[in-house]
Every structure is written in structure tokens, then in C-alpha cells.
């Protein structure tokens, strides 16, 4: 989980959020670490599970929002490694949430998009180039 944390700070300062911090702590109030969105001066917090077996449910996107709202940000931002419910996307669809989900397949694609934690290689044809995960830079991650 800490290495996710890491990498999910890393993928936000590569969006135009500076200032990244992780909190570091268990028991976070529902907010894994925080920063600006650059180009509007807003503070963005983020929470990010690195689940494979289940996904994402309302309860815990209501204590994001709730999170959001005591502690002052503009919005938040949810990153896993799977997906969310219906119910879980329903709640942020609501009114003043300001909540943006980012599931597995949004993830994977911001991370290609970023270049972070891929390394590209010789694909089977002469010419071709494949993208292949960078199992050194995830090794390091959070060290």
C-alpha cells in the first residue's frame, strides 16, 4: 500500500498536481496524501487502494467525500487497482461530491500516458517497439 501511495503521488505530480505529500499513516482519515491542482490553485486530496479481489463501494467513497468536505479541499481524487461499484459511482454523480474515480483501466492508461513504471522494448518485428512494465522502477518505488 505504501509503495501505491507513492506511485499514485508520482502519477499526480506528472498531472499538473504540485506539492504532492503522502501522509504516511495508517488511519488517515480517508486521505493517503494531498497537493494543488497546478493550473487552478486548488487543493486536491487522494486516496488510493491497491485491491485485486474487490472493488470499490459507496461506503468508502462516502468517507472519502466526507474527508474532503472536514478537511477543506477543492476535490479528490480515488485511484485503484480495480474498480468501483455502482453504488460507489452513483455517489460521487451527486451534488458538491467532487470526487473524480480513476479504476484499473484509467489508471493503466495514465500510467502508459506518462511514461511511469514502463519501459518500452524490441518487439518480434524488426522496427516494432512493445510496452513492458519496468519491474526496477516499481522496486524502488517508496524506498
Given amino acids: 500500500p505504501k509503495q501505491f501511495e507513492h506511485l499514485v503521488g508520482m502519477l499526480l505530480d506528472s ?5 504532492v505529500s503522502i501522509t504516511g499513516r495508517t488511519r488517515d482519515g480517508g486521505i493517503d496524501g494531498d497537493g ?7 487543493k ?3 486516496q ?3 485491491w485485486s479481489s474487490k472493488n470499490v463501494g459507496s461506503a468508502l467513497i462516502r468517507e472519502f467525500i466526507g474527508a474532503i468536505a472536514v478537511n477543506n479541499y477543492g476535490c479528490g481524487i480515488f485511484v485503484t487497482t480495480s474498480y468501483f461499484t455502482d453504488s460507489a459511482e452513483q455517489e ?14 484509467c489508471l493503466a492508461n495514465l500510467l502508459l500516458g506518462t511514461g511511469l513504471g514502463v519501459r518500452v522494448v524490441p518487439g518480434k518485428f ?12 516499481f522496486q524502488k518505488l517508496g524506498t
Avoid: C, H, Y
Avoid at 494543488?36 to 486548488?42: D, E, G
Avoid at 460521487?92 to 483501466?105: A, E, F, Q, Y
Avoid at 524488426?126 to 522502477?137: A, S
Fill in 15 to 19: 498531472l499538473m498536481v504540485s506539492q
Fill in 36 to 42: 494543488t491542482l497546478t493550473s487552478l490553485n486548488v
Fill in 44 to 46: 486536491v486530496a487522494f
Fill in 48 to 50: 488510493a487502494k491497491r
Fill in 92 to 105: 460521487v454523480r451527486k451534488p458538491g461530491s467532487k470526487v473524480i474515480l480513476v479504476n484499473s483501466i
Fill in 126 to 137: 524488426d522496427g516494432m517497439l512493445t510496452v513492458g512494465i519496468d519491474e526496477e522502477f
